[in-house]
């Protein structure tokens, strides 16, 4: 509760409310002289810094939360198409996609959850990259098969048994591959890997 009795309910977008943002510093001092012109200049000061970030977040959502979410309900609705398992989603671009997958998980009640999200990098190689067990978590659903653990080029291709394979890290969270191809064999592969 603010120091005027009155709730703040106004959130910035660094979660830090009003009146501990810029605006509560926008009230005219106590020891500078004070009246009505600069109390309303204060006041449109604040008002400004406000309507801004508002803005600023009404356009993020509709311009970009809203279209990721859209990118991401069409690969969740396709995903039998990509593996028969519906176990693997492959988004038409990168996207923000952790939120969303676990909004319409729930919102669509998927089962089988999807295990793997397959995505073109900004170079133009594939990702193929785990779901995590639960939102902010560093464990997966299914972590890519152990054997494949930080290796690295041909060595990860001998590996698996398929041309074009980039790397996977070493907490087996993602890995990549130079074709789609590529990456959707290696997402194959995991889903069937056994752990021994």
């Not at 969303?100 to 729930?106: I, K």
């Not at 464990?139 to 930080?150: F, G, I, Q, S, Y």
């Not at 064999?185 to 995991?190: D, G, I, N, S, T």
Request: charged share 25%.
């Amino acid at each position: 509760m603010g120091s005027s009795g009155i709730n703040a309910e106004y959130m910035g977008s660094s979660g830090i409310n009003a009146e501990y943002m810029g605006v509560r510093h926008l009230n005219p001092w106590w020891n500078r002289e004070q009246n009505d012109d600069i109390a309303m200049a204060q006041f449109e000061k604040a008002q400004e810094m406000t309507g801004s970030e508002f803005a600023g977040r009404v356009l993020y959502y509709a311009q970009s939360w809203f279209a990721a979410r859209e990118i991401v309900e069409r690969a969740l609705t396709g995903r039998k198409e990509v593996h028969a398992s519906g176990e693997v989603l492959c988004f038409e671009q990168f996207c923000p996609w952790k939120e969303h997958l676990r909004n319409l998980e729930v919102e669509q009640k998927v089962d089988p959850l999807p295990k793997y999200v397959l995505y073109e990098d900004t170079k133009g190689r594939w990702r193929i990259q785990c779901v995590p067990l639960k939102a902010g978590s560093f464990e997966n659903r299914k972590t890519l098969p152990k054997p494949w653990l930080a290796l690295r080029g041909e060595e990860l291709s001998k590996e698996t048994g398929v041309e074009g394979c980039i790397f996977v890290h070493a907490g087996g969270f993602i890995g990549g591959n130079a074709t789609r191809e590529g990456a959707l064999k290696m997402a194959e592969l995991a889903v069937a890997y056994k752990d021994e």
